[in-house]
């Protein structure tokens, strides 16, 4: 079992993060990706692109060479670029601080009228 810290270091050290699963869940390594500054590239689908909140990082997976295909715009530029987006991202619209409203209203008012 890693530690949350040894989690951090190992996607901060990666150039792109890949979901390779074509029905996975939420996905909750999107967002630990998205929260180290990494760039994603997962399967082209409703939930996914809902999550990442930009399609050139979603593809149609099962293609053949749609990894590479991807992996090979990735300059060092590109990459910071791109992780600094979804660090933006992941901190607008998933870190407690942004959805702590959210919970403090379901919590008070879970059954609104």
């Not at 989690?7 to 390594?29: P, Q, W």
């Not at 990894?67 to 990735?74: P, S, Y």
């Not at 979804?86 to 409203?101: G, I, K, M, P, S």
């Amino acid at each position: 079992m890693l530690s949350r810290d040894q989690i951090d270091r190992a996607y901060r050290a990666a150039d792109l993060f890949v979901l390779g699963s074509l029905g996975e869940g939420f996905g909750i390594v999107i967002l630990e990706a998205m929260r180290a500054g990494v760039p994603v590239l997962v399967h082209d689908r409703p939930l996914f692109r809902w999550v990442v909140k930009d399609p050139a990082q979603c593809a149609d997976l099962r293609e053949p060479g749609a990894v590479a295909r991807f992996a090979e715009t990735l300059t060092p530029d590109r990459v910071a670029r791109i992780g600094a987006k979804n660090r933006e991202t992941f901190l607008a619209n998933y870190a407690f601080d942004a959805v702590r409203e959210s919970y403090d209203r379901l919590i008070m008012d879970p059954f609104p009228r």
